[in-house]
């Protein structure tokens, strides 16, 4: 299976603008240049798009863990928060912080914790992500 996005930049890094689609036309040329991405210009960003998927396959990942533990969620809600600093080498994502609220009446917190971390680890796009990743997961009864 693939998926596919394109972006367009044009112009140079400071006063340039860009958008980014996809195939889905979920996205379809959003603008996005350098003060959304590394200021606070309202606007996304490679990184707030990476968080998005982030937290949406680690939602997705979860609930197939819970369901092999005889678990089903209710909800799943959950917050990626990706970190950006300016290294030696230039600007890098250096950690994904997965925030993530389950609420599953009667539900085993070992058994939640378990397929958490589970997920967390075997999600594809915490696979993908060669960077830190860390998790506050909470279980609502």
């Known amino acids: 299976m693939k998926r596919k996005a394109s972006a367009v930049w044009k112009g140079g890094l400071k006063d ?6 996809t195939e889905s036309g979920v996205l379809s040329n959003n603008a996005y240049s350098f003060s959304t991405r590394f200021e606070n210009e309202k606007g996304t960003n490679p990184e707030e798009l990476i968080a998005a998927a982030h937290a949406g396959c680690f939602s997705m990942a979860l609930s197939a863990e819970l369901g092999k533990a005889g678990m089903t969620p209710q909800s799943i809600s959950t917050m990626a928060t990706i970190t950006l600093e300016m290294l030696e080498g230039g600007p890098t ?3 994904s912080h997965l925030e993530t609220v389950a609420k599953i009446p009667g539900a ?3 058994a939640f914790e378990k397929a958490a971390n589970g997920a967390k ?4 796009i915490s696979r993908l992500l060669n960077t830190k990743i860390t998790l506050d997961a909470k279980l609502e009864n």
């Open 93 to 95: 994502v250096t950690s």
């Open 16 to 21: 340039g603008k860009g958008t980014v689609s």
């Open 121 to 124: 680890a075997g999600c594809p």
């Open 108 to 110: 085993d917190k070992g």
